[in-house]
């Protein structure tokens, strides 16, 4: 029994750890590239990821802000994720945590963009708790099925 345990926990680890591969540019199709190109020119420096069907770029835009864009194997760009200020939170969306979540205060924030729509994406701690990660809408709804993104 003892060894079935141990073969599933290894088998969801190296699962787990293949969700999201790090990989050379050289590797990338060359419409995901000129995607990338075209949204940050003269973008250097850029990380890329394979996430299934989606490669994921991460782009150091300055000394404070880390961008990352999702982009699917035709060239489309699917998401984009912006590491902003706390301060840029809008205040719907600090109300509502204000009301769901008054234990907590920020930690990290993102602005996402998916699809036209914009989300914030945010990881909330609070003393003695565990850390934990929501996303909204700009109206302060909590968007619960929409996945945190990593």
């Not at 969700?19 to 940050?40: G, L, R, T």
């Not at 864009?69 to 205040?91: C, F, T, W, Y």
């Not at 036209?116 to 099925?145: C, H, M, P, R, W």
């Amino acid at each position: 029994m003892k060894a079935y345990i141990l073969a599933a926990a290894l088998f969801s680890v190296i699962t787990g750890s293949c969700q999201n591969q790090n990989i050379s540019a050289s590797k990338v199709p060359s419409v995901v590239v000129n995607k990338v190109q075209e949204s940050y020119p003269g973008a250097k420096d850029v990380d890329w990821k394979k996430s299934k069907d989606n490669y994921e770029a991460e782009i150091q835009v300055n000394d404070s802000t880390e961008v990352s864009i999702l982009v699917n194997i035709a060239g489309n760009k699917v998401m984009e994720k912006r590491d902003i200020r706390i301060s840029e939170v809008p205040s719907a969306v600090t109300n509502a945590l204000t009301n769901h979540y008054k234990d907590y205060k920020i930690d990290e924030a993102d602005q996402i963009t998916k699809d036209g729509t914009t989300y914030y994406q945010l990881e909330l701690e609070a003393k003695g708790k565990k850390d934990i990660n929501v996303v909204f809408n700009a109206n302060g709804t909590e968007e619960k099925s929409m996945t945190y993104w990593d």
